[in-house]
Nanobody, 124 residues
Framework: QVQLVESGGGLVQAGDSLRLSCAAS??????MGWFRQAPGEERDLAAV????????YYGDSVEGRFTLSRDNAKNTVYLQMDRLKPEDTAVYYC???????????????????WGQGTQVTVSS
């Protein structure tokens, strides 16, 4: 059972930047990503990255502003969030899945492992 430890959330103003980190325990290289959930909303995709890091997919609302990367030596992914907007306010959850290949998935239902979530609040 992998453990995902998230960090980096906080309160910022619109236009500011934040970086979220998610470290996975163990040596297995997982496809990983971030989903986010605003109050009263479904949990939606922010970005996901394949195990090798060669394949990345962004949700429509964040593409061009967020950048997902990974350091496989540390088994850690980073979500750099720039030009933040109030509508980015949500709890951000790290997710992981061992596809056994370099596959990538955008549906939250495919991911069996989740972090505890970190709050990101963007004030206007």
């Amino acid at each position: 059972q992998v453990q995902l430890v998230e960090s980096g959330g906080g309160l910022v103003q619109a236009g500011d930047s934040l970086r979220l980190s998610c470290a996975a325990s163990g040596r297995t290289r997982y496809a990983m990503g971030w989903f986010r959930q605003a109050p009263g909303e479904e949990r939606d995709l922010a970005a996901v990255i394949s195990a090798s890091g060669e394949r990345i997919y962004y949700g429509d609302s964040v593409e061009g502003r967020f950048t997902l990367s990974r350091d496989n030596a540390k088994n850690t992914v980073y979500l750099q969030m720039d030009r933040l907007k109030p509508e980015d306010t949500a709890v951000y959850y790290c997710a992981a899945k061992d596809w056994g290949s370099d596959s990538i998935g955008t549906w939250k239902e495919w991911y069996p492992f989740w972090g505890q979530g970190t709050q990101v609040t963007v004030s206007s």
